[in-house]
């Protein structure tokens, strides 16, 4: 049987800052399912109590717990570089020994290994966070009979964070200095740890078909677009944990729903949310929602230019989320000014976070860019038809809906402006107005799967042609 160890920097239940998370906690159960011995590890952070879930010492180094039925998840301890506040950083920005935290966990990957004596046949790295894992194999470890034939993938689930660090850090990894060049870590005069892992890894992935065409264009390639192009990127859309998005048993709905008491079940939620957000109570407008980061990557300036343009328009909007604090204070002034038609909510909150995938009737999504995206899919996923963009994952999940033909799960407009939300937003409010038209493509968004069972399948075919060759 493959074995398969996954290697990130967060994983759900145990920590989450993101898309990540999400993924590094439904991807191996899956591929467990089919017949793939796998191991997750990640770091040991202050979120991983021993309170909440049942953590078992391996020693002063490691430990372990049940991802699910079928997978460990291992921890690596320091509490000197893990047990802190935030994953990544605090309210004064990343933490500054990033590059000595993750470093460290690199390094321990290896030991962990040894100490499980368990050799893997792939380890699945995932972005910048755990790149050094393939530099270390072909550098450090090369000539270990214990890692002899061991494969790397790396997965970039957002090109935008590479990892990116001072010259004067670099001796910190301890590797020859002809690795500080245009062939290694060198980047603008800076140390780029992703862009090392991508010229490293044996094969390079991402999270979506589109995404990974995207990114070997000057346009998205964040100045690795010719280091993607040169070594090829293979495109994996992400998939949704259905079982745990699901109207049916969502313990945080006013009403559970499904495709047959959807119209009565979402209609009690949209009730429920505009009471509990305080929007003006009028059920026959159409409710747009928003739930993300406020920022320019999931084009806020545009949600707030099409919410001035949109002013007299007989449409309601809530947007939570928690982000750039300018777009905070500019969205604050508008909903002061929106008589209740606009309501923002600065912060995450799992209950309201379903309330608003259920409750709205249209989901907003005008990302810039979009690697993968699992919003729009949650929101599919409770009959709630996203308008989106089309870039990256947004456009290999999302199908335009057509009046004639009855086909398509939501709305995608191509010009990235404010001008072509808005137009979206408003042709979104006249499909409202005509009921048939509605049902039928809230209908259709409902009805649509992205299930892990076919991403892990690829995943798995490009697990065995990396070690047939």
Not at 183 to 190: I, P, Q, R, S
Not at 323 to 340: F, H, R, T, V
Not at 393 to 412: K, Q, W, Y
Request: aromatic letters at 12%; one cysteine or more.
């Amino acid at each position: 049987m493959m074995k398969v160890l996954f290697c990130a920097s967060e994983v759900f239940p145990f920590a989450k800052t993101g898309g990540l998370a999400d993924v590094s906690g439904s991807l191996p159960p899956e591929l467990a399912k089919q017949d793939v011995q796998i191991k997750v590890v990640m770091p040991r952070y202050r979120t991983v109590s021993d309170e909440e879930f049942e953590i078992e010492e391996i020693n002063n180094q490691f430990s372990r717990a049940k991802l699910s039925d079928n997978v460990t998840i291992y921890f690596v301890e320091q509490p000197e570089y893990f047990d802190r506040d935030g994953l990544y950083g605090d309210e004064q920005g990343d933490y500054t020994d990033n590059l000595a935290r993750y470093r460290f966990f690199c390094q321990r990957v290896f030991k962990l290994m040894k100490t499980l004596d368990w050799q893997a046949d792939i380890i699945h790295c995932h972005d910048w966070h755990t790149a050094l894992i393939p530099v270390l194999l072909k550098n450090k470890y090369h000539d270990d009979p214990f890692f002899q034939g061991v494969r790397t993938v790396l997965t970039v689930h957002n090109l935008a964070f590479q990892g990116l660090f001072a010259l004067e850090e670099y001796p910190q990894l301890d590797l020859p200095d002809t690795l500080l060049s245009d062939e290694g870590f060198l980047f603008y005069e800076k140390v780029n740890l992703l862009k090392a892992g991508i010229l490293s890894a044996d094969a390079i992935t991402t999270v979506s078909p589109q995404y990974a065409r995207e990114i070997q264009t000057p346009q998205h390639g964040c100045g690795l677009e010719k280091e993607l192009e040169r070594r090829g990127v293979t495109g994996i859309l992400n998939g949704l944990d259905y079982t745990y998005w699901n109207p049916e048993a969502d313990p945080y709905l006013i009403k559970s729903y499904n495709t047959q008491t959807r119209l009565e079940g979402k209609l009690e939620n949209k009730i429920g949310l505009m009471k509990s957000v305080g929007l003006k109570m009028d059920i026959d407008r159409p409710l747009y929602g928003f739930v993300g980061r406020i920022s320019h990557q999931k084009g806020m300036e545009l949600i707030i230019e099409a919410i001035k343009t949109l002013k007299s328009d007989d449409l309601a909007m809530v947007i939570q989320g928690q982000g750039d604090p300018d777009y905070q204070e500019q969205l604050q002034i508008l909903s002061d000014d929106a008589n209740q038609n606009l309501s923002v909510i600065f912060d995450y909150d799992e209950r309201l976070a379903h309330m608003i995938y259920a409750g709205s009737d249209w989901f907003m999504m005008p990302s810039q860019f979009e690697p993968c995206g699992l919003t729009q899919m949650i929101s599919m996923r409770y009959g709630t038809p996203p308008i989106v963009f089309r870039t990256g994952g947004l456009a290999d999940t999302v199908e335009p809906f057509s009046a004639d033909t009855h086909r398509g799960n939501g709305l995608m407009y191509a010009e990235n402006s404010a001008e072509a939300l808005v137009e979206e937003i408003r042709r979104a409010a006249k499909i409202f107005g005509n009921k048939k038209d509605y049902y039928q493509v809230a209908a259709n968004a409902m009805e649509t799967r992205f299930p892990w069972t076919e991403s892990a399948a690829q995943y798995k075919q490009l697990y065995e042609c990396l070690l047939s060759d």
